[in-house]
């Protein structure tokens, strides 16, 4: 999506346009002000994926609805918060062979967790199949400086690509948060301009595969529950 006052910039904002959006999850284990989903709010992934399995992706249906498309350039996992999915090494594999480059849209903190041993599955996916970790830094997602410092050189350790997605309202509300992350290179920023109506959305070229497993034209399935609410792309 472009920056409405790109040329204020004086350089070229990067954009993100996905072909295909995979929502694996509705569930979240953040609750952030001004999320468009009306996602469960979840602190345990094994007692949200074992009461609510509604909530969650199933890795056949993905493979049905993957193997009847054509391969595309740009897939996007996001949830919720993808990470909760059990089973989202699995997921990326199959979305890997179908798209060119995959991105992993995550709030990050489990990039901190002080136990990583539960995380070294999806570390070896996204290493081995080169995904690229899109992390949310904005003031909605309240992710500290520091802590995606601490973030990204980890990441930056590991040899495993990212980029910083920053979804503000307004020019002055990115400057703002750009100035926060200073120690992250331009190439790696991605401008999403926050979105007020589900029109300024993006719109993956393909279509959203929903967490029923249905390849739908529209960006999110829930996101008439709450037409209302600011909206922003996650
Ligand atoms: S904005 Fe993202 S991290 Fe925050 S509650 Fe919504 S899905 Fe979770």
Same mark, same amino acid.
């Given at each position: 999506?472009?920056?409405?006052?790109?040329?204020? *910039?004086?350089?070229?904002?990067?954009?993100?346009?996905?072909?295909?959006?995979?929502?694996?999850?509705? #569930? %979240?284990?953040?609750? %952030?002000?001004?999320?468009?989903?009306?996602?469960?709010?979840?602190?345990? +992934?094994?007692?949200?994926?074992?009461?609510?399995?509604?909530?969650?992706?199933?890795?056949?249906?993905?493979?049905?609805? *993957?193997?009847?498309?054509?391969?595309?350039?740009?897939? +996007?996992?996001?949830?919720?918060?993808?990470?909760?999915?059990?089973?989202?090494?699995?997921?990326?594999?199959?979305?890997?062979?179908?798209?060119?480059?995959?991105?992993?849209?995550?709030?990050?903190?489990? *990039?901190?967790?002080?136990?990583?041993?539960?995380?070294?599955?999806? *570390? @070896?996916?996204?290493?081995?199949?080169?995904?690229?970790?899109?992390?949310?830094?904005?003031?909605?997602?309240?992710? @500290?400086?520091?802590?995606?410092?601490?973030?990204?050189?980890?990441?930056?350790?590991?040899?495993?690509?990212?980029?910083? #997605?920053?979804?503000?309202?307004?020019?002055?509300?990115?400057?703002?948060?750009?100035?926060? %992350?200073?120690?992250?290179?331009?190439?790696?920023?991605?401008?999403?301009?926050?979105?007020?109506?589900?029109?300024?959305?993006?719109?993956?070229?393909?279509?959203?595969?929903?967490?029923?497993?249905?390849? @739908?034209?529209?960006?999110?399935?829930?996101?008439?529950?709450?037409?209302?609410?600011?909206? #922003?792309?996650?």
């Amino acid at each position: 999506m472009a920056l409405s006052a790109e040329e204020d *910039l004086g350089a070229t904002v990067n954009t993100f346009q996905p072909d295909l959006i995979v929502e694996v999850t509705g #569930a %979240c284990n953040r609750a %952030c002000s001004g999320c468009y989903a009306p996602n469960v709010v979840a602190k345990d +992934s094994t007692e949200v994926f074992a009461k609510r399995p509604e909530l969650f992706l199933k890795t056949e249906a993905l493979n049905d609805v *993957l193997s009847e498309m054509v391969p595309v350039e740009i897939a +996007s996992i996001r949830g919720g918060e993808p990470t909760l999915h059990p089973e989202l090494p699995s997921i990326i594999n199959m979305v890997a062979i179908r798209a060119k480059e995959v991105f992993l849209e995550t709030h990050a903190r489990w *990039l901190m967790e002080e136990n990583f041993i539960p995380y070294l599955g999806l *570390l @070896k996916a996204i290493k081995d199949n080169g995904t690229i970790v899109k992390i949310s830094f904005d003031k909605m997602h309240g992710l @500290k400086a520091e802590e995606l410092q601490r973030i990204t050189h980890f990441l930056n350790w590991h040899d495993v690509d990212f980029r910083i #997605a920053i979804t503000e309202p307004t020019l002055a509300d990115y400057m703002e948060t750009r100035s926060l %992350c200073g120690f992250i290179k331009d190439e790696k920023i991605i401008y999403q301009s926050m979105a007020i109506s589900a029109d300024e959305l993006v719109k993956p070229t393909v279509g959203t595969i929903n967490v029923r497993g249905e390849l @739908k034209a529209t960006l999110n399935h829930k996101f008439n529950v709450a037409p209302e609410l600011r909206v #922003a792309y996650a």
